[in-house]
């Protein structure tokens, strides 16, 4: 284990065991690693008993560096890791600066959990979020998920070979396939009749966050089908497979990527779209969820409260799916994993 990360870990252990989160302001990223590893050995010195350990946020190309809070990981504390950037494969008419797609390497406990796979600015404690502020998602863990569940699903799937591109991939390709996917994504959240963050409230239910997740998708994959390069094919291909099949293999029946992934299932299996299987049948199923997803949107926007347009929303997906548990149970039928 390295020295900074060794006394990162240490800091968080102390943080941990004493309670002393609350009082942590918030850090910042210095210049060296020798900067980072001076500036902490000052905080655990000085300021842990004024229960006050760090000041800053900091910002190094290789580096995430910071007190961390967040609702659904509780173990997120103060955390240090290395990451390496990888660019997406593709070249896209705009990537979000602020977007950082990274392989995480050694870190400390909180923030190597699997389950982070993304760090926002609203999870620096204490920190007002700013709109430059970088997003991390950590590409690695994203792999090692398709690695772990996708794609052993999608080796004994009867629709194997309509997969065989994405399972020929090696590691170090998905990254640059999740980069693609990662930036795509965030620009669909940004598009539509009510695009994040504006509608952000509209789109906090179980329901409408699941249709959302689901509609940012199938707008990436609607954008690599129309580019129709190879590359942007596969990334469509991937991005169908995880959001199509990778979700109920790892998460609770009440997630709401688990339930956008079921909507997906079932939109497209009342379309008869197992039976033609094929790229160009995906992209015309996709474009008409897509408007489906819209004139519902457009719909809402007829309400006059958040409350209100987010009711609308979440009814029009519970109206579609019906009785969740059976969907679930039809679902995990179809792919014959029951
Ligand atoms: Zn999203």
């Known amino acids: 284990m390295g020295e900074i990360l060794e006394a990162v870990s240490m800091v968080r252990r102390y943080a941990i065991a004493e309670g002393l989160q609350e009082a942590v302001d918030f850090l910042q990223y210095k210049k060296d690693d020798s900067v980072i590893l001076e500036k902490i050995y000052e905080d655990i010195c000085q300021n842990l008993g004024n229960k006050k350990i760090f000041k800053e946020i900091s910002e190094k190309e290789n ?11 509780p173990y997120l504390s103060v955390e240090y890791s290395e990451i390496i950037s990888v660019q997406p494969s593709l ?8 977007i950082r797609c990274v392989v995480q390497k050694e870190g400390t406990e909180g923030i190597s959990n699997p389950q982070v796979v993304a760090i926002f600015p609203e999870n620096f404690r204490g920190r007002e979020a700013q709109e430059k502020d970088p997003v991390y998602y950590f590409v690695n863990k994203f792999s090692q998920r398709h690695f772990q569940h996708t794609r052993p699903f999608l080796n004994n799937s009867r629709f194997k070979n309509f997969f065989q591109e994405v399972l020929m991939t090696d590691s170090a ?3 640059e396939l999740i980069a693609n996917w990662v930036h795509i994504h965030e620009q669909s959240h940004r598009k539509g009749p009510m695009p994040i963050p504006t509608y952000l409230k509209e789109k906090s239910g179980k329901y409408s966050a699941a249709m959302e997740e689901l509609r940012a998708d199938l707008g990436v994959i609607q954008y690599c089908l129309q580019n129709g390069s190879k590359e942007a094919e596969l990334t469509a291909l991937y991005v169908f497979a995880e959001r199509l099949m990778a979700y109920p293999l790892f998460r609770e029946r009440t997630n709401f990527d688990a339930i956008s ?4 299932w079932k939109y497209l299996q009342e379309k008869n779209f197992f039976l033609g299987l094929s790229l160009e049948l995906l992209k015309k199923e996709v474009n008409e969820l897509i408007s489906i997803i819209h004139s519902a949107e457009m719909e809402s926007l007829k309400l006059q409260s958040v409350i209100e347009r987010r009711t609308y929303l979440n009814d029009f997906v519970r109206n579609y799916l019906g009785d969740i548990d059976s969907q679930f149970e039809n679902y995990r039928r179809f792919w014959e994993f029951v």
């Open 173 to 175: 390709k998905t990254y």
């Open 63 to 73: 580096v995430i560096y910071g007190n961390f809070s967040c609702a659904y990981h």
């Open 261 to 264: 992934s079921v909507f997906f």
């Open 91 to 98: 070249h896209l008419d705009s990537t979000f600066k602020h």
